[in-house]
């Protein structure tokens, strides 16, 4: 009987007609496995996408790489995807060394790409030679383009960055252009200069400059930078734009 009843058991494994019960490979019974419900991982959120364009505040120079700049340490602060454009000794109608301003730039550098979800526009600093009419122009002209070109981006535009508390007349008018530019444009203005993101002068050896700008006076050390990026992100959270996302 037992001989028959072993091979009754290996006929029927052979149909694959064995009663399903008992445990899996896992802990769980063959029926409770079946039973249980689907289990959906809950959804990533994107991280958002944001250009830069700007001088070599945003970009870097000699001294400063780009991914030292205070652009990119305030995409590492806030989790972003970030680009930069521009070009150190550029501005909205200074072309620097390159014959290039901020308008050319940003159709050769990031015009062309899928639409982020904020372009930020920092400069002015090396504008200051130029009337604040033609530079208040320039930008204008450039955010009309950036909206033109990605309807539902998000825009910042940020007035001149200046490596001491006390800038020249010259600087502060292109400033008082720039606001009224984002004004008009119905866009943030975000004003270092009236924020006193820098203090005293690193020549004096007076204020946060002697930590945060080099001997030139001009340029941010890379503690700087991360300073910068620090104060940003402050203004940015404050205008709800810390994440961004484009309308669609």
Same mark, same amino acid.
């Given at each position: ?13 052979? *149909? +694959?007609?064995?009663?399903?019960? @008992?445990?899996? &490979?896992?802990?769980?019974? !063959?029926?409770?496995?079946?039973? #249980?419900? /689907? ?38 602060? *806030? +989790?972003?995807?970030?680009?930069? @454009?521009?070009? &150190?000794?550029?501005?909205? !109608?200074?072309?620097?060394?390159? #014959?290039? /301003? ?53 825009? !910042? ?92």
């Amino acid at each position: 009987m037992r001989s028959l009843r072993v091979r009754r058991a290996a006929a029927l494994l052979a *149909l +694959g007609t064995l009663p399903l019960s @008992g445990c899996t &490979a896992f802990g769980t019974s !063959v029926g409770e496995a079946a039973s #249980a419900p /689907a289990v959906t991982p809950p959804p990533v959120a994107a991280s958002p996408v944001v250009m830069f364009i700007g001088d070599s505040y945003t970009v870097g120079n000699r001294t400063t790489r780009p991914e030292t700049t205070y652009a990119s340490a305030t995409g590492r602060l *806030l +989790g972003w995807h970030v680009f930069l @454009g521009g070009r &150190a000794g550029t501005g909205f !109608v200074s072309t620097g060394t390159g #014959a290039q /301003a901020f308008g050319p730039l940003f159709e050769a550098q990031l015009g062309w790409r899928p639409a982020p979800d904020l372009l930020i526009v920092s400069g002015g600093h090396n504008d200051t030679r130029f009337p604040p009419v033609q530079v208040a122009g320039a930008a204008r002209e450039l955010l009309r383009l950036a909206a033109q070109r990605w309807p539902g981006t998000r825009q !910042v535009l940020i007035g001149p960055l200046w490596g001491h508390e006390a800038p020249p007349p010259t600087a502060l008018a292109v400033r008082d252009a720039l606001s009224a530019v984002a004004a008009e444009s119905k866009i943030p203005f975000v004003d270092p200069i009236a924020e006193q993101w820098i203090t005293g002068d690193q020549s004096a050896g007076t204020g946060n400059a002697t930590t945060y700008i080099r001997p030139d006076g001009v340029h941010p050390t890379p503690a700087g930078h991360r300073y910068l990026a620090t104060r940003l992100v402050q203004d940015l959270r404050r205008l709800d734009l810390a994440h961004p996302v484009r309308a669609r």
